[in-house]
């Protein structure tokens, strides 16, 4: 990407537990923020995470952005725009309705593939119930992998303003994705303007850091091109990458999020992936070069000196001894794995997961044997005092 080498992460603050910084140094058009806080550091490593887990991680950091950018002016009137179903996991509205910011409005869109002799031949709105907020922020919560949905879904609101002659001030992204967001929003920004010339431009917050996907199947040849993310030529939040490499196996996760509409709906889809991912893995372990797949996660080559690390991670802003910290438990985490084998890591993280799988079928299955319970209550008290106002009607 142009100029991504002269960005710069740069701390904007740090409050209520939620660390947030900035991009500089790439000459922009638009804002870009990376935000940390424990909830969003605990999905991002942990596929155990699902369900309502999902939605509720993200609301302390979503909360706390909304704030900020509250307080700098960044946004008064809101208007909610929902792309389904992926905008479901993100807690917007009830942000809000936290930092005492109105929704005037929530509009909804789902866009889906249109296939062609079996080959993807572009997007279709297949859904829409689009309100008008003129002049106001218009707030969305997507997956930007490729971005082809993002920017339909843009094109196709953009248009509908400019044909009942109103305009956005601006838009803001809260996301989990990658770099490619980037250069969509940068060249969205420019075709905005054509039409809109006072459009303020995307704020776009990222969570836990701008990620990128694999352009191959990996040094594994398992990963999904396009789709799974991992650090390699990204920015992480440095909470993050001091989480991540407190525990050996997070690293070596197939993406930092999975599929998040699946990890909080068709949890059995999300099972079937990373478990399918661990046993691949665990069948190719011994024809893996663990020392390439360590490169490849770690986003730096292993002999990496200070200097080299620090510009390729863009920490140059951030405090010295931060920094120098980090690089320090980097290396300690690459001796640490010592005679630990991609096979061993594997077998580990298959049992693991099963073993949560199970508590979270009891726990789900006791809910569901309470809420019976529950119900059955309810009908008993309800007959008992129906009948006696039966009684005491005949009486």
Not at 102 to 124: C, M, P, T, W
Not at 145 to 173: K, M, P, Q, W
Not at 278 to 286: F, G, H, R, S, V
Request: glycine residues 6%; aromatic residues 12%; negative net charge.
């Amino acid at each position: 990407m142009e100029k991504w080498n002269e960005v710069k992460l740069v701390p904007e603050f740090s409050e209520q537990g939620v660390d947030c910084y900035r991009l500089a140094g790439g000459d922009y058009e638009n804002e870009y923020y990376i935000v940390s806080e424990a909830e969003t550091r605990k999905l991002l490593n942990t596929p155990e995470v699902v369900g309502y887990e999902v939605y509720h991680c993200l609301i302390p950091s979503t909360s706390q952005m909304l704030y900020y950018f509250k307080e700098q002016g960044k946004v008064t009137a809101a208007n909610i725009l929902s792309i389904l179903r992926g905008a479901l996991n993100y807690p917007l509205e009830e942000s809000c309705y936290r930092e005492h910011i109105r929704v005037h409005d929530i509009s909804f869109l789902s866009s889906e593939r249109v296939f062609k002799e079996e080959e993807i031949a572009g997007l279709e709105i297949k859904y829409s119930k689009l309100t008008m907020v003129p002049g106001s922020t218009l707030l969305i919560g997507d997956i930007i992998a490729t971005g082809e949905t993002l920017i339909h879904c843009l094109r196709y609101v953009t248009d509908f303003y400019r044909e009942h002659g109103a305009s956005l001030r601006n838009i803001i992204i809260f996301t989990i994705g990658g770099t490619t967001g980037i250069k969509i929003l940068e060249r969205l920004t420019k075709e905005i303007r054509e039409f809109w010339p006072e459009f303020e431009g995307f704020i776009t917050v990222y969570y836990e850091g701008i990620f990128s996907t694999y352009q191959d199947r990996g040094v594994s040849g398992i990963n999904l091109p396009d789709v799974d993310f991992y650090w390699k030529d990204g920015i992480i939040a440095p909470e993050f990458r001091r989480e991540t490499l407190s525990m050996r196996d997070p690293l070596f996760e197939k993406c930092i999020i999975y599929d998040g509409g699946a990890r909080r709906y068709e949890i059995h889809e999300h099972v079937e992936e990373v478990l399918d991912f661990w046993n691949k893995m665990l069948e190719k372990a011994d024809r893996i070069d663990f020392t390439r797949l360590l490169e490849e996660k770690l986003g730096c080559p292993l002999g990496a000196s200070y200097e080299e690390w620090i510009h390729i991670n863009h920490y140059e802003e951030i405090d010295e001894r931060v920094a120098k910290w980090l690089y320090r438990q980097e290396k300690g985490y690459i001796a640490s794995l010592g005679d630990a084998t991609l096979k061993e890591i594997a077998a580990e993280r298959i049992e693991e997961f099963t073993a949560a799988l199970r508590q979270i079928h009891a726990v789900t299955k006791n809910h569901f044997l309470r809420f019976a319970e529950f119900r059955r209550t309810v009908i008993t008290v309800f007959r008992r005092y129906y009948g006696k106002r039966k009684e005491s009607k005949r009486c």
